[in-house]
């Protein structure tokens, strides 16, 4: 069965590095999302991307963070400068015309 | 905007009784509901949707949720867990108008199934 896969599975990082998260999305998927869920609290969507642009994106999103679909299969979330509040386990998601989203297993990113 | 609350943060059980896992929503537009279960070290699986007609939606593993409009709830439910069963259990909703369908979570119920 297809799945959403994203590496890696942990990220550590100091404060004010940049990091990549990646992710390949399920083939003949249209939508991509990133969510984030930091220890504790709840599941937050980030950013959905169609179309190779960013569709809708939170608060949250800001511009230390970008999205980008570089080639036909990888999706990535970029922070620039990382804070120690970015630490969260981030997910990726996708979709095709339906309303179901596909989960990644996401990754663990520690800002120190 | 939508909120999603899931009052209870654990859930012991044992295993072979029946479990409700409960979720209130609030939103000023119409919704589609979802629940979703995560294993351990695991990405967030469907467990099943709303989206119209029947207000009883069955979904995998034996789950059901009834969609109830004027308590703005959806609950979910199984008869008689297992313990492969163990896991967090996430409501979400997101606007059932034109969008990205993003989804707005609950704080997540983990189920702990005692054998």
């Known amino acids: 069965e297809p799945e959403v896969t994203q590496t890696p599975s942990h990220q550590v990082t100091q404060m004010g590095q940049e990091v990549i998260l990646r992710c390949v999305p399920i083939?003949?998927?249209?939508?991509f999302y990133w969510y984030r869920q930091i220890l504790g609290q709840k599941v937050e969507f980030l950013v959905s991307?169609?179309?190779?642009?960013?569709?809708?994106k939170s608060e949250i999103f800001d511009d230390q963070f970008s999205v980008e679909r570089p080639d036909g299969s990888n999706f990535t979330l970029k922070i620039r400068s990382t804070k120690l509040e970015d630490s969260a386990m981030y997910f990726c998601?996708?979709?095709?015309?339906?309303?179901?989203?596909?989960f990644g297993p996401g990754t663990r990113l520690t800002v120190t | 905007a939508q909120s999603v609350t899931q009052l209870d943060s654990q859930v012991p059980v044992f295993e072979e009784a029946p479990v409700e896992l409960r979720c209130n929503y609030s939103?000023?537009?119409?919704?589609?509901l979802f629940w979703y279960v995560q294993y351990p070290n695991q990405g967030l699986q469907l467990l099943l949707k709303?989206?119209?007609?029947?207000?009883l939606v069955k979904g995998i593993n034996g789950f059901e949720a009834e969609f109830n409009k004027s308590q703005t709830s959806f609950h979910l439910r199984k008869p008689s867990v297992h313990i492969s069963d163990t896991a967090e259990y996430f409501c979400?909703?997101?606007?059932?108008?034109?969008?990205?369908?993003?989804?707005?979570f609950g704080k997540g119920t983990k189920l702990s199934v005692i054998p």
């Open positions: 083939s003949n998927h249209l939508y």
């Open positions: 709303y989206l119209s007609g029947s207000t």
């Open positions: 991307f169609y179309n190779n642009e960013i569709s809708e």
């Open positions: 979400a909703v997101c606007p059932s108008g034109a969008g990205s369908y993003q989804l707005t």
């Open positions: 939103s000023s537009v119409s919704v589609y």
């Open positions: 998601a996708s979709r095709e015309d339906s309303y179901e989203q596909y």
